[in-house]
Every structure is written in C-alpha cells, then in structure tokens.
C-alpha cells in the first residue's frame, strides 16, 4: 500500500511566496516610501473626535434616562446622575404595552430579515451569474426604482392591500420583501460579479443546475453580503415608522416605533421625559446587540472584498 504524498496547501505556497515583515520594519505608502507614524496617529485623533460627536447624544439619552425629574430639570444640566434612578425603565415598559409592541416588531423583523436575504440573493444571481439577453437593461430600469418617491407608490399600496384584507396585518410589511430591494439587489450583484465565470461554467458542465449551483457554490461565497444586506434589512424594519402607521392601525398588532407615540399619548398630562429616554433606550439596544455580534461580517460586506 503506498502512501500518498501531502499536496501543499494555498496557505503554505503563500508563506514561501510573501517574505515576512520583519520585526520593527516601518510599514510603506503604495510608492514605496517609509509612512509617517504620525500619519496613523493624526488619523486616529481625527476619527476619535468624530465619533465623539455620535457619542455625546447616545451618552446624554443614556443619562437622562437614570435622572430624577428634580435632578432632569436642573441648570446648569449635570453631566452624571448624582444616583442613578433605574426605576425610569420599568415605569416606561409599564406606561405602555411594551412586550406587545416588541413581539409584533420583532415577528416583523426577523420575517423582513429572512425573505430580503433570499429574494434579493435569488434575484441578484440571475442580474451577474446567467447570460440572459436584456439583462443590463433591465437592471438599469430595476435600479431606477430606487428615485422613485415613497409618497408617490402610498396610495396605491394602500388601496391594494385594503382591497386584499391586509389592513391590520404584518402582510403589508412583510410581503414586500420577498420580491427584493433595488439597493440590496445592487450590493449583493456587485459583490456576485466578482465570482470567476469559469467556476460556475465547469458546475455547469458537471450537469448541476442553477439552483444547485446558487446554493452550493455561491450562497457560501456570499455569506459576508448576505450578513449586510441582513443587517440593513432589520434595521430598516425595526427602526419602520411611517409603514406600521399606515398599515398597522390597531393596537395589538403596532410596533415599538409607535409605542414612542402611544407613550406620548398616554403621558400627555404629565409627561416624564426621563421615562421617554429610557424606552428609547429599550427599543435601540436589540439593533446595538445585534451589530455588535456581527460587525466585523458586516464591514466585510460593506467593503465588497475579492473572491476567495
């Protein structure tokens, strides 16, 4: 019995190809001069002082929501609580039906999420994996879907799905999503294109069809796409407002974007703008958790790498 010699991997052959950087080595520009260490430093301090100003609002809900109302309605305003009042939270989830509202908007989501990724994957593979006659142009006019004003479709919408019986239900917000997105059919159609032709000829020649060959050969290719478009798709959803107050006109079946409203509504006597922080702060920190478990995937996506 003889025993087969090992083929060296991709990995392997990559190592002996690319010399290793050595220790202490100053990193170069494209033209092959030494960069500045303080290039890299001036860009961090920049970035720093940019993201505070996406933090300083984030940071003054957040604080508001642990004040009292004597302490909220202080000058000059505190920078920190002087004791942090949790009882803010519960007294917003119980101001509302708050659990209701999250499993309507969260039933609502995950249906959004799901159908989006596989019409708008099935729809980007016929636009960049199959020669079809007419097919550029077609995706032109696909794209110029995306000028086409909200308010100008809203009537119709709402005539066709008030005909159809759907006032009321998650169909109109849902159903939508399973015929694709111009954007996302853009994003996950550029990032398609890059799959050598030559791959998807030879599944072709093996006599696998194009269904076998979009699941098996290219859905694990698009995985970084598809956590993109996932992650749009979900907080477009979550964050939907104007769709759940067309559509959405009964209480049990409306969302936490018009639970801000409804907390409004329900405190306009005496209106508790502590409590308002801490309910926001409620219906954000799902799509926090959310990019914060997929954040590298997603920049990934965003920045449509090469093929492997």
Same mark, same amino acid.
């Given at each position: 019995?003889?025993?087969?010699?090992?083929?060296?991997?991709?990995?392997?052959?990559?190592?002996?190809?690319?010399?290793?950087?050595?220790?202490?080595?100053?990193?170069?520009?494209?033209?092959?001069?030494?960069?500045?260490?303080?290039?890299?430093?001036?860009?961090?301090?920049?970035? &720093?002082?940019?993201?505070?100003?996406?933090?300083?609002?984030?940071?003054?809900?957040?604080?508001? $929501?642990?004040?009292?109302?004597?302490?909220?309605? $202080?000058?000059?305003?505190?920078?920190?609580?002087?004791?942090?009042?949790?009882?803010?939270?519960?007294?917003?989830? /119980?101001?509302?039906?708050?659990?209701?509202?999250?499993?309507?908007?969260?039933?609502?989501?995950?249906?959004?999420?799901?159908?989006?990724?596989?019409?708008?994957? &099935?729809?980007?593979?016929?636009?960049?994996? &199959?020669?079809?006659?007419?097919?550029?142009?077609?995706?032109?006019?696909?794209?110029?879907?995306?000028?086409?004003?909200?308010?100008?479709?809203?009537?119709?919408?709402?005539?066709?799905?008030?005909?159809?019986?759907?006032? /009321?239900?998650?169909?109109?917000?849902?159903?939508?999503?399973?015929?694709?997105?111009?954007?996302?059919?853009?994003?996950?159609?550029?990032?398609?294109?890059?799959?050598?032709?030559?791959?998807?000829? $030879?599944?072709?020649?093996?006599?696998?069809?194009?269904?076998?060959?979009?699941?098996?050969?290219?859905?694990?290719?698009?995985? $970084?796409?598809?956590?993109?478009?996932?992650?749009?798709?979900?907080?477009?959803?979550?964050?939907?407002?104007?769709?759940?107050? &067309?559509?959405?006109?009964?209480? /049990?079946?409306?969302?936490?974007?018009?639970?801000?409203?409804?907390?409004?509504?329900?405190?306009?006597?005496?209106?508790?703008? /502590?409590?308002?922080?801490?309910?926001?702060?409620?219906?954000?920190?799902?799509?926090?958790?959310?990019?914060?478990?997929?954040?590298?995937?997603?920049?990934?996506?965003?920045?449509?790498?090469?093929?492997?």
């Amino acid at each position: 019995m003889t025993m087969q010699k090992d083929r060296p991997t991709v990995t392997s052959s990559l190592e002996t190809v690319r010399p290793k950087k050595r220790a202490g080595e100053r990193s170069r520009n494209a033209d092959g001069s030494v960069r500045s260490p303080w290039s890299s430093i001036g860009a961090r301090v920049v970035l &720093i002082a940019m993201s505070l100003l996406f933090l300083i609002p984030i940071y003054w809900m957040v604080i508001s $929501a642990l004040k009292s109302n004597s302490e909220l309605g $202080a000058f000059p305003p505190t920078w920190f609580p002087q004791w942090l009042d949790w009882s803010n939270f519960g007294e917003a989830v /119980n101001a509302m039906p708050f659990f209701t509202f999250f499993r309507n908007t969260l039933i609502i989501t995950v249906l959004v999420t799901l159908f989006s990724m596989v019409s708008n994957l &099935i729809i980007a593979y016929g636009f960049s994996c &199959i020669e079809w006659r007419g097919r550029d142009r077609m995706f032109y006019v696909v794209l110029a879907t995306l000028f086409i004003p909200f308010p100008v479709t809203l009537i119709p919408m709402f005539d066709l799905y008030a005909r159809l019986g759907w006032i /009321n239900t998650f169909l109109p917000l849902v159903v939508p999503s399973l015929f694709g997105s111009a954007f996302y059919v853009f994003l996950l159609r550029q990032f398609l294109l890059q799959i050598p032709k030559d791959l998807l000829d $030879a599944a072709r020649m093996d006599g696998a069809s194009e269904w076998r060959i979009l699941w098996r050969i290219v859905f694990p290719q698009a995985k $970084a796409a598809l956590v993109t478009v996932g992650i749009f798709a979900a907080v477009g959803a979550w964050n939907d407002f104007l769709g759940p107050l &067309i559509y959405l006109q009964d209480e /049990n079946v409306q969302t936490l974007s018009i639970g801000l409203q409804v907390f409004r509504l329900n405190n306009s006597a005496d209106f508790q703008f /502590n409590q308002l922080m801490a309910a926001s702060i409620l219906i954000i920190l799902p799509l926090v958790i959310l990019f914060f478990f997929f954040q590298r995937t997603f920049l990934k996506g965003i920045q449509i790498g090469s093929f492997k």
